[in-house]
T-cell receptor, first 113, second 114 residues
Framework: LAKTTQPISMDSYEGQEVNITCSHNNIATNDYITWYQQFPSQGPRFIIQGYKTKVTNEVASLFIPADRKSSTLSLPRVSLSDTAVYYCLVGDKDGGSQGNLIFGKGTKLSVKP | DAGVIQSPRHEVTEMGQEVTLRCKPISGHDYLFWYRQTMMRGLELLIYFNNNVPIDDSGMPEDRFSAKMPNASFSTLKIQPSEPRDSAVYFC????????????FGSGTRLTVV
């Protein structure tokens, strides 16, 4: 499984756009990039997934350059409730023989008023 | 759907005692995962099942840990005997077809071994 590297922590203020970058230099052809969010005392929850270029949903955008060796999660106009740990994961989209997700340490985002 | 249900939410036990954690996955999800989370090590995958069959248990730390999935709606993670270093939050997650975008986690069981 491709290893990911992301900043340990980030600080932001309410209303700002936050971009969290993840490096995955040995990403495989079949790998997708997935981001999860974890609030204190809760399990992680899915935010967004992409393969290349840009993906957008009601929560975030995911930017993936052509070489796919990195990706950037973009959170528009964050609020205090976006304070959480954000995990970047790389792996097969479907299960098969590799139906599991390996989480790194994640990025702890702190949003201040 | 009520989501992934774990019990108990909190468990405090004495060293040497047996601990059993329980999980009810989302109906129709054919993958089930057990994770452990600590400050030091983050989220670690312990074991996962596909259609009730254990597929990969390489993350299980020691023989003191065992997991079963007797049917599609129930799984247990057992620690016997428990040790203080087992103190952590244990999460169960389920997914349809193991898709990376389809994991649903439970609220976790916070285990404290004293």
């Amino acid at each position: 499984l491709a290893k990911t590297t992301q900043p340990i922590s980030m600080d932001s203020y309410e209303g700002q756009e936050v971009n969290i970058t993840c490096s995955h230099n040995n990403i495989a052809t079949n790998d997708y990039i997935t981001w999860y969010q974890q609030f204190p005392s809760q399990g992680p929850r899915f935010i967004i997934q992409g393969y290349k270029t840009k993906v957008t949903n009601e929560v975030a955008s995911l930017f993936i350059p052509a070489d796919r060796k990195s990706s950037t999660l973009s959170l528009p106009r964050v609020s205090l409730s976006d304070t959480a740990v954000y995990y970047c994961l790389v792996g097969d989209k479907d299960g098969g023989s590799q139906g599991n997700l390996i989480f790194g340490k994640g990025t702890k985002l702190s949003v201040k008023p | 759907d009520a989501g992934v249900i774990q019990s108990p939410r909190h468990e405090v036990t004495e060293m040497g005692q047996e601990v059993t954690l329980r999980c009810k996955p989302i109906s129709g999800h054919d993958y089930l995962f057990w994770y452990r989370q600590t400050m030091m090590r983050g989220l670690e995958l312990l074991i996962y099942f596909n259609n009730n069959v254990p597929i990969d248990d390489s993350g299980m730390p020691e023989d003191r840990f065992s997991a079963k999935m007797p049917n599609a709606s129930f799984s247990t993670l057992k620690i016997q005997p428990s040790e203080p270093r087992d103190s952590a939050v244990y999460f169960c997650a389920s997914s349809p077809r193991g898709r990376g975008d389809g994991y649903t986690f439970g609220s976790g069981t916070r285990l404290t071994v004293v």
